[in-house]
């Protein structure tokens, strides 16, 4: 079956500007996350959802980062007024459940550059 | 809070030998383990998880297990191959951390013919 998709694939932004992360997970997953992974580090959780609701964003840096997920399916990550530490690869994952158990599946990521 | 340390890389290895690549954490509570592995090019991977003390995870050939006394959950194969070559990180998620996935650094594994 079709797996965690993201898109852009690749996103080229100048500084100041906005930019949207999109994720669709795989189908019937309730749980989203977002993770976000610099050059030669493991990724670092920013926020996930159950169904539409934030269940945790404290992850999320600073008030320039916000993500949606109205429908319960796909999410939108956007970042306002761009800086170039903000330069990473954004992941998506989904997982059926919620809890320490559950196995959480990848998308390949959008790799964001800040120039 | 939660924190997890892998050994450091890059490793490189000829075919047929044996891996282990170190991962120790800290948690609160009872956390669940895993390891995924990001091959060239694509996206994270389970490879393999345990979700309690003394558990073994297996996939592939790949082997883990959850020692509590230790908070270790190395990594080993008996013989590597070139398809091996990947980044390999541990990751832990625990009952105070809610579903949040916590990774170690990764570690860069080169697998020689």
């Known amino acids: 079956g079709a797996g965690v998709s993201q898109t852009p694939s690749n996103k080229v932004t100048e500084k100041g500007k906005y930019v949207e992360l999109r994720c669709d997970p795989i189908s019937g997953h309730t749980a989203l996350y977002w993770y976000r992974q610099s050059l030669g580090q493991g990724p670092e959780f920013l926020i996930y959802?159950?169904?539409?609701?934030?269940?945790?964003d404290s992850g999320l840096p600073n008030d320039r980062f916000f993500a949606v997920r109205p429908e319960g399916s796909v999410s939108t990550l956007k970042i306002q007024r761009t800086e170039r530490g903000d330069s990473a690869v954004y992941l998506c994952?989904?997982?059926?459940?919620?809890?320490?158990?559950?196995?959480?599946?990848f998308g390949p990521g959008t790799r964001l550059l800040v120039l | 809070g939660n924190s997890v340390t892998q050994m450091e890389g890059p490793v490189t290895l000829s075919e047929e030998a044996f891996l282990t690549i170190n991962c120790t954490y800290t948690a609160t509570g009872y956390p669940s383990l895993f390891w995924y592995v990001q091959y060239p090019g694509e996206g994270l991977q389970l490879l393999l998880k345990a979700t309690k003390a003394d558990d073994k995870g297996s996939n592939k050939g790949f082997e883990a297990t959850y020692r509590k006394e230790t908070t270790s959950f190395h990594l080993e194969k008996g013989s590597v191959q070139v398809s091996d070559s990947a980044v390999y990180f541990c990751?832990?998620?625990?009952?105070?951390?809610?579903?949040?996935?916590?990774f170690g650094e990764g570690t860069q594994l080169t697998v020689n013919p």
């Open positions: 959802f159950q169904g539409t609701g934030a269940a945790d």
């Open positions: 994952a989904s997982s059926f459940l919620t809890g320490r158990q559950e196995t959480q599946y």
């Open positions: 990751a832990l998620s625990s009952e105070t951390s809610g579903s949040r996935l916590t």
